[in-house]
């Protein structure tokens, strides 16, 4: 006997867009939690994060800048030194060359992009890193940010489908939503997964999303 789909024809789509509105209230205009003071610092902190935390970043990054303060400090030094100082950073070696790449590429901060398309050409720089740089530096939106939070609370809530892959998560939400909230609602949905929305023992009954999240509906 075939199987057919059961649709529901009678139930409205969700208005996201209404729904997110309180926690992009919450956590509008929060800083994101690598610690920087100017652009070349936050490409820094966003390309050594990659795969590790930012806690540790934010421990790093001081010796890290008193020995490199620019771009003509990576680009004169050596890939060995580089790598040295950032030893203690998950996948080091390769962030070294990157960084070194990217010095050699751009030459001096004046020079680091700021559109999409040309900061993910830079090596170590992918789209979640792009988006969190533009959204940092006051940018338009090409975007939403999608790091391991966004991957684990958007599906989780029903906003997007269950997957591992950040762009995939992050097509989706650009269709889903309208681009006016894209600069806030990934950093919205990032922060509500670091302080409420745990990968274990999420703290629903505090969560402003409670009546509309598929989580705690088939808890």
Not at 167 to 177: F, G, N, P, R
Request: net charge neutral.
């Amino acid at each position: 006997m075939p199987n057919f789909i059961v649709m529901d024809l009678f139930t409205p789509p969700k208005d996201w867009n209404t729904i997110l509105q309180p926690i992009i209230d919450t956590y509008k205009g929060r800083k994101h939690p690598l610690e920087y003071s100017n652009l070349y610092e936050l490409m820094l902190a966003v390309l050594l994060s990659a795969q590790d935390s930012d806690a540790h970043i934010n421990k790093i990054m001081p010796h890290f800048i008193e020995n490199y303060p620019n771009l003509e400090a990576i680009s004169t030094s050596n890939l060995n030194s580089l790598e040295n100082i950032i030893s203690p950073v998950m996948n080091s070696k390769n962030k070294a060359s990157w960084l070194y790449d990217i010095a050699k590429t751009l030459q001096k901060k004046e020079n680091i992009p700021l559109k999409l398309n040309d900061l993910i050409q830079l090596k170590g720089i992918g789209r979640k890193s792009a988006n969190v740089i533009l959204k940092e530096m006051n940018q338009p939106a090409e975007g939403i940010i999608v790091d391991l939070h966004v991957i684990r609370v958007a599906p989780r809530i029903g906003l997007t489908d269950e997957s591992r892959d950040g762009i995939k998560i992050e097509k989706q939400l650009m269709t889903l939503l309208p681009k006016e909230i894209w600069n806030e609602i990934g950093m919205a949905l990032s922060f509500l997964g670091r302080e409420i929305c745990r990968p274990t023992n999420p703290k629903c009954p505090i969560c402003s999303l409670q009546n509309d999240c598929n989580y705690l509906k088939n808890a």
